[in-house]
C-alpha cells in the first residue's frame, strides 16, 4: 500500500486573561538572625497585602534564602535575607492594582521579579489551531501526491502533537503612582498534526 506522510502546523490566537506575578520581600541585617527577623515581618505584609487582591490558594512560597552580602568595594556589610513568591491573579486588572498595593506597602524591600501573562481556558484557540495544522498537512499531502503523479485516498492515522499558548511579545507594565496597568496583548496557541493518506492512482 502506497503512503503519504505529512505533518501539518496551525496557530490561532487568545487574549490572556490571568497573571502570574512572581515577587520577593529582601531584608537586611548585620547578622543572619538579625536579617531573618526583619524578613519575617516583611513576608508577613507581603502576604496580608496580596490576600487583598488574590485567593490564599493563588500565594505560593517559592524560595526563603539568606547569605552573605557585600558592599559595592566586595566588603563584607551584612547578610541579605529573601523570602520568594508565586502569586496568581485570575483578573489582569486585579493584577495591576496587586502591583500597585504592594509597591505602595512594602516599599524598597519589595522586589519584582517577573510577571507572566496567562491563558486560563485556551480550548476555541487550540481547536482552531488544531482545524489549521490539519488543513496545512492536507495541502502538503496533496502537492506531493500530485508530484508523484496520484492523489491522496483515505486517511490511515492522525496524530497530534504538542499544543501550547506562547506569549507574542513581552507584557508591557507600566507603574503610575497607585495603579498599575498590564497590556494583555495577545497570545498564540499553536498546533501540530500528522496525518497518514493512502496513495491512490488518479
Given at each position: 500500500m502506497r503512503t503519504v506522510t505529512v505533518t501539518g502546523h496551525g496557530s490561532s490566537h487568545a487574549v490572556p486573561d490571568a497573571a502570574l506575578v512572581r515577587v520577593a520581600a529582601v531584608q537586611r541585617g548585620d547578622g543572619v538572625a538579625e536579617a531573618y527577623a526583619a524578613l519575617t515581618a516583611t513576608a508577613v505584609l507581603l502576604v496580608e497585602v496580596a490576600a487583598r487582591h488574590v485567593e490564599p490558594r493563588d500565594v505560593g512560597s517559592t524560595g526563603i534564602s539568606v547569605w552573605p552580602w557585600h558592599d559595592h568595594q566586595g566588603r563584607p556589610a551584612g547578610y541579605e535575607a529573601r523570602h520568594s513568591y508565586a502569586l496568581r491573579s485570575r483578573d489582569l486588572d486585579e493584577a495591576g492594582a496587586l502591583l500597585a498595593d504592594l509597591v505602595g506597602q512594602v516599599g524598597d524591600a519589595l522586589v519584582v521579579d517577573s510577571i507572566g501573562l496567562e491563558v486560563t481556558d485556551d480550548s476555541v484557540a487550540a481547536a482552531e489551531a488544531r482545524e489549521a495544522a490539519y488543513d496545512d498537512a492536507r495541502e502538503r499531502a496533496t502537492a506531493l501526491a500530485t508530484l508523484a503523479g496520484l492523489r491522496l485516498g483515505a486517511v490511515r492515522s492522525v496524530t497530534e502533537g504538542g499544543a501550547g499558548a506562547v506569549p507574542a511579545g513581552a507584557p508591557r507594565m507600566a507603574l503610575a503612582s497607585r495603579e498599575a496597568?498590564?497590556?494583555?496583548?495577545?497570545?498564540?496557541?499553536?498546533?501540530?498534526?500528522?496525518v497518514v493518506w493512502e496513495l491512490v492512482d488518479p
Open positions: 496597568g498590564l497590556a494583555p496583548g495577545e497570545a498564540t496557541v499553536t498546533s501540530s498534526v500528522t
